[in-house]
């Protein structure tokens, strides 16, 4: 199995640094706000907790092979960490995407510049065909966020091959 490459990505305004388990007490910080929790899972229990998650996430692929995991992390202008940005990529060359960031940071266009720049540099580096998001139906932040960047409804075709909740939404955007 060869090693995934996974470059930083600069923005405008932001750095995507690529995820290393160093990034695990910043983030454990960022992770523990509790509005990032209206709508589903739990905060990380711990800084080990998350580090030995991070480290796991580091191998940027699953043991098969088959799915690359590509992680990076939000460095904000001001030096700090605001959040992450994230995608699985199958072995068919789709990805599941996930971001979040803190929510003193929501509403600068953060969340916009990086999963728009992530998205680029999954299709130029990663060979990406189309991405899809699955989240909460009452997460309307996640789904205007969505909107702006083209995503919409996913065809019938997708909802099959995913194991998608009743309270749950897909969009999706071929690139
Ligand atoms: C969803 C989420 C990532 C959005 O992040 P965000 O950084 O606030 O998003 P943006 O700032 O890009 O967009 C939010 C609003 O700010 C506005 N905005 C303010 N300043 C802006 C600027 N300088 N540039 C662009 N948009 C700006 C946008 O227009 C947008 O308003 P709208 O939704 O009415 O159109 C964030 O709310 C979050 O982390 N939520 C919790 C985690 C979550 O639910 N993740 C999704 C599940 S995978």
Known sequence: VTAIAIRPVMTDRLTLEPLR???????FAVLSDPALYEFERSPPASVSELAERYTRQEARQSSDGQEQWLNWMIRLPSGELAGYVQATVTADRRALIAYELASRFWGHGYGREAVTSMLAE?????GVRDSVAVFKCRNERSRRLLTH?????APDEILQALDVQSDESVMYRPH
């Open 21 to 27: 388990s160093e990034h695990a007490p910043e983030m």
């Open 149 to 153: 960047l083209g995503f919409t409804a």
């Open 122 to 126: 999954l299709v130029a580096t990663h």
